[in-house]
């Protein structure tokens, strides 16, 4: 008998023991976790764990660790956490505000007397830079290299605000990068130091740190190219945070699952802050408006109230969920790019909450085009849709939005734009005027969750345009229609 009909039947057996546990606590236990990562996880490159209470269930590796395939994911795999590192920045400040070292609502210029845009440091506190609200310039550059906190500090206030403090609400890497040169100078340690100091160490995290990713040697996972179509990731076009340059307060350190584990038991059991900031950090930052916490999201998913944050970038995907109450903890890290984690995860959280998987699109439900041979139809059917959206856009910006999710995002140059509104604005007043062509180098992916690899130029009547790497992640929704999910624009202009 062939090795693929064997593993075929075995798929088919495993899938079916499952289907004969749908919910109960059968469906939860360690073996037959590891049963389902096996089918689920098909394609996907990285670690996926299942932790509850103090102990870790499950531990999974799948996939690669570099592009040349020398090495496999294992579970010692240091991951790039992209923004995940943001959720350290703010325990850290989290700290500093509870032995009374500094107040949420304290100016910037107070603890940053030398910020070079003194006037706006002086109307934007500690906590609008916390929740996205300060307008602090939305930067992150792949090209600064090995740079000081305080030196990305300077650049960043050198930038004129995005909006008036406290009127808006945008994702923002600088303001958290302004945050990580306040905790320097509160606490007079480096920031990597910091952080190593007084939340790797206490929790317990014996393999995180500020890594370049180049040091092989430390175990590191590069950015690799997926197969998985299902988990909807598309190829690695290089990241930004793969060559010399380390992390920083606003995103790129490394870590392992379990280390991530390990905070988010250390976070959720107070070892990390004292009590009063404990629950104010877990509970009441979503209790105000606007109800976005201190670097860590909130998911709602059945009877299961989550918390954790999640990283992403071209090669990068991290997440981390916990419920802060004692019960799951899950972490999914991956060395290609978003939504392989994201997805992964998902499907977890959905798993413990007993929410089926969402049903397949049918050939019922797809256009003609996508009923076709996966090679020509369903590139048809997404350079049509493009070729719709780009007419619509030309017509008037704004409309280009009828054509993402709702809660779709756009990534790149810094800046991060999440939901139908801030997708319209961002065509409103970032495009209007401009003049934008894609090229569509490659499609691939799943008829459901198909991925565009392709070269954008944004320009103005007069100029040459800027050209850039682009990725964008579709989703087939009920109506059985393409829309735009994701789209990211990388740093490597040409």
């Known amino acids: 008998m062939r090795i693929s009909n064997l593993v075929t ?57 570099d592009p040349a395939g020398a090495r496999p994911n294992t579970d010692a795999t240091r991951f790039n956490l992209g923004s995940v590192n943001k959720t350290f920045t703010a325990i850290g400040i989290a700290q500093l505000t509870g032995q009374g070292r500094l107040g949420l609502d304290d100016t910037l210029i107070k603890h940053l007397p030398d910020y070079p845009n003194k006037d706006a440091a002086g109307r934007t506190s500690i906590r609008q830079l916390l929740t996205h609200r300060s307008g602090v310039a939305q930067f992150m550059r ?9 030196a990305m500090t300077k650049i960043v206030g050198e930038e004129p605000l995005a909006f008036e403090p406290g009127t808006r609400q945008m994702y923002s890497n600088g303001g958290y990068v302004v945050l990580g040169r306040v905790i320097e100078v509160v606490s007079g340690k480096t920031y990597s130091a910091y952080v190593n100091d007084h939340i790797y160490r206490p929790a317990g995290m014996v393999a995180s740190g500020f890594y370049r990713g180049r040091d092989r040697t430390e175990n590191i996972a590069l950015p690799v190219a997926s197969a998985g179509a299902g988990r909807g990731a598309a190829p690695s076009m290089g990241s930004p945070w793969a060559g010399p340059r380390t992390g920083n307060p606003a995103g790129g350190g490394y870590s392992t699952a379990a280390d991530l584990f390990r905070f988010a038991r250390a976070l959720g059991s107070g070892r990390l802050l004292n009590p009063k900031m404990t629950q104010y950090v877990l509970d009441g930052t979503f209790a105000e408006d606007p109800k976005w916490g201190f670097a860590l999201r909130e998911q709602i998913a059945g009877r299961h109230r989550f918390l954790g944050n999640g990283g992403g970038g071209p090669g990068v995907n991290a997440e981390f969920r916990f419920e802060p109450a004692g019960g799951y903890t899950v972490v999914v890290l991956s060395n290609s790019s978003p939504p392989s984690a994201t997805n992964l995860l998902t499907a977890i ?50 409309n280009a939005a009828r054509y993402y999710t709702e809660d779709a995002r756009i990534l790149g140059g810094g800046r991060r734009y999440n939901g139908t509104e801030q997708v319209r604005t961002y065509f409103s007043q970032v495009a209007t005027g401009a003049t934008w062509t894609l090229e569509i180098v490659d499609v691939g992916g799943s008829a459901a969750e198909p991925w565009v690899l392709g070269r954008s130029t944004l320009g103005r009547a007069g100029t040459q345009g800027m050209t850039v790497d682009y990725l964008a992640v579709l989703r087939r929704g009920a109506d059985g229609r393409l829309r735009y999910h994701i789209d990211m624009f990388t740093a490597n202009v040409r």
């Open 9 to 65: 039947r075995a798929a088919v057996a495993v899938a079916s023991l499952i289907a004969l546990h749908p919910s109960g606590a059968a469906q939860h236990r360690p073996a037959d976790w590891k049963a389902w990562l096996a089918l689920e996880a098909a394609g996907f490159s990285g670690v996926a764990l299942i932790g509850r209470d103090d102990m870790i269930e499950t531990e999974m590796a799948f996939g690669l660790a």
């Open 349 to 398: 959280v959905n798993r413990i909450a007993g929410i089926p998987p969402a049903a397949a699109p049918t050939a019922q439900t797809m256009p003609e085009a996508a009923r076709q041979t996966p090679s020509t139809g369903l590139r048809g059917e997404v350079e049509a849709l493009h070729a719709e959206m780009m007419s619509a856009f030309r017509d008037q910006p704004a």
């Open 142 to 150: 792949a090209d600064f290299g090995d740079v000081s906190v305080a």
